[in-house]
């Protein structure tokens, strides 16, 4: 059969399933992601009785550690996952084929998403058991819906890194883009207890904007206007990153 015959739809499918398997032929690449969500909740916020036992400050914890094991996920599996693509042989072989980059490109997209909901599953629970944490059924679809548009922007970011850095340079890239980002996001601590000056700056930044409208979807707490232009402002800019680091990737490696 020739590449002309086979539809996008089935090359990108043919793509998740390798991807997919790839990925849980390495147990502990997926057993991270279940876990340090989990344990970060286990250990800040059940034990704290203010925070636990009230339903909306205890369900904006859920979705800011939710956010960050995607944020998490999204940049580890793309920006040190795609850099150690590129350095098998097997890869420039692929991205040679006339199938051409967009089956595989939204195939990790889609790959990265189904992670990333595995990543929430524990920690919806412990928010469930030990919590006062409560959502309705509209609420948890639209939550989960809210998160899946809300890590394009890490999975583009992701993907710049992995396209324009080696995978020793690509890791100590990811964690230091990773830690102050989800700081500065307000996951690990409310935005309310931010100085003025760095609630400022944390409005602009990516995380901040996808959690507060995962609040909003959440819990009904309006988010601030400036949420979705900020978000899709800066999944514009990391998509244009991604395409320019892959086009020169490509430029450098083979033509």
Not at 92 to 108: I, T
Not at 116 to 131: A, D, E
């Amino acid at each position: 059969m020739s590449a002309a015959t086979v539809s996008p739809v089935r090359l990108t499918w043919l793509h998740l399933r390798y991807q997919f398997l790839e990925t849980v032929r390495i147990p502990i690449a997926v057993l991270g992601n279940l876990l340090f969500p989990a344990l970060s909740m286990f250990f800040f916020v059940v034990p704290q009785e203010q925070v636990a036992r009230n339903p909306v400050v205890a369900t904006m914890a859920v979705a800011g550690l939710g956010l960050f094991a995607v944020m998490s996920a999204s940049l580890f599996t793309y920006g040190l996952g795609v850099a150690e693509d590129r350095q098998l042989p097997f890869d420039p072989f692929v991205r040679s084929l006339p199938a051409g980059p967009g089956p595989r490109m939204v195939a990790r997209i889609g790959n990265g998403a189904i992670f990333s909901l595995f990543g929430l599953v524990p920690l919806v629970l412990i928010g469930w058991l030990f919590t006062d944490a409560r959502v309705t059924a509209v609420q948890l679809v639209a939550g989960v819906g809210t998160i899946l548009v809300a890590s394009v922007p890490f999975v583009l970011l992701g993907m710049a890194v992995g396209y324009s850095l080696s995978a020793k340079a690509a890791l100590p890239v990811v964690q230091v883009v990773l830690f102050p980002l989800a700081f500065g996001g307000g996951l690990f601590l409310p935005p309310t207890m931010f100085p003025a000056w760095l609630d400022a700056v944390s409005l602009a930044t990516p995380t901040r904007a996808a959690r507060d409208v995962l609040v909003d979807a959440l819990t009904g707490v309006g988010a601030p206007g400036t949420a979705w232009p900020v978000l899709l402002g800066w999944t514009a800019l990391f998509a244009a990153l991604a395409v320019a680091a892959y086009r020169r990737d490509e430029g450098r490696r083979f033509r």
